[in-house]
């Protein structure tokens, strides 16, 4: 299986700043085949499920707010908060779809400070 | 848009099979491959398992001696069944479409497993 990593697990970060999640693959999640990262990211409120935010390591989904964004190819992947707002307080999650079966980092909780 | 709606048994005992269903409205079913994920308390993610329109499936090889995925296309609904559970399969149980990322997720069921 791989393995993914985020760091940190947790961070405060005030109100209309920036929010850096790292997400790091025990191998490769790029194709050869079509260039693709096979990586997404997900914001999960209290009690809810997940929702998807970013495909394809940087495409973000209908109807997700721009201040979130993804990037990073490889094994090393990135989702930044541009301009946190109270409603971000969640946890996010990075998984990779690269090969069977698709696994999930352990999570980043983020916190307004 | 596609919104799965999921139910099943929340509380079970040590030994007995798990059953859940997901139905799914608001787009055509057989377009996509359809998932179960599950969550512990307090925990991280977990795939079980995914099924496609013709009835393929692909299991986590983890729980795959113990998890059936099947499918009714004239009811555009899915199921999940886990035989012998124990504690540890404790978990918020999810469906969701699958186009190797997940969305949308159904609610949730809550499913614990308690003597």
């Not at chain 1, 997404?40 to 499920?49: C, F, T």
């Not at chain 1, 690269?98 to 983020?110: A, D, E, L, W």
């Not at chain 2, 999940?80 to 559970?85: A, F, G, H, M, Y």
């Not at chain 2, 404790?90 to 308690?114: E, H, K, N």
Request: with cysteine; proline share 6%; charged share 15%.
């Amino acid at each position: 299986d791989i393995v993914m990593t985020q760091s940190p697990d947790s961070l405060a970060v005030s109100l209309g700043g920036r929010a850096t999640i790292n997400c790091k693959s025990s191998q490769t999640v790029l194709s050869s085949s079509n260039n693709q990262n096979y990586l997404a990211w997900y914001q999960q409120k209290p009690g809810q499920p997940p929702k998807l935010l970013i495909y394809w390591a940087s495409t973000r989904e209908s109807g997700v707010p721009e201040r979130f964004s993804g990037s990073g190819s490889g094994t090393h992947f990135t989702l930044t908060i541009s301009s946190l707002q109270a409603e971000d307080v969640a946890v996010y999650y990075c998984q990779q779809h690269y090969s069977i079966p698709p696994t999930f980092g352990q999570g980043t909780k983020v916190e307004i400070k | 848009q596609v919104q799965p709606q999921q139910w099943g048994t929340g509380l079970l005992k040590p030994s007995e099979t798990l059953s859940l269903t997901c139905a799914v409205h608001g787009e055509p079913f057989s377009d996509y491959y359809w998932s179960w994920i599950r969550q512990p308390p307090g925990k991280g993610l977990e795939w079980i398992g995914e099924i496609d329109h013709g009835g393929t499936t692909k299991y986590n090889p983890s729980l795959r001696s113990r998890v059936t995925i099947s499918i009714d296309t004239s009811n555009n609904q899915f199921f999940l069944s886990l035989t012998s559970v124990t504690a540890a399969d404790t978990a918020v149980y999810y469906c969701a479409r699958d186009y190797g990322w997940f969305g949308p997720w159904g609610q949730g069921t809550l499913v614990t497993v308690s003597s």
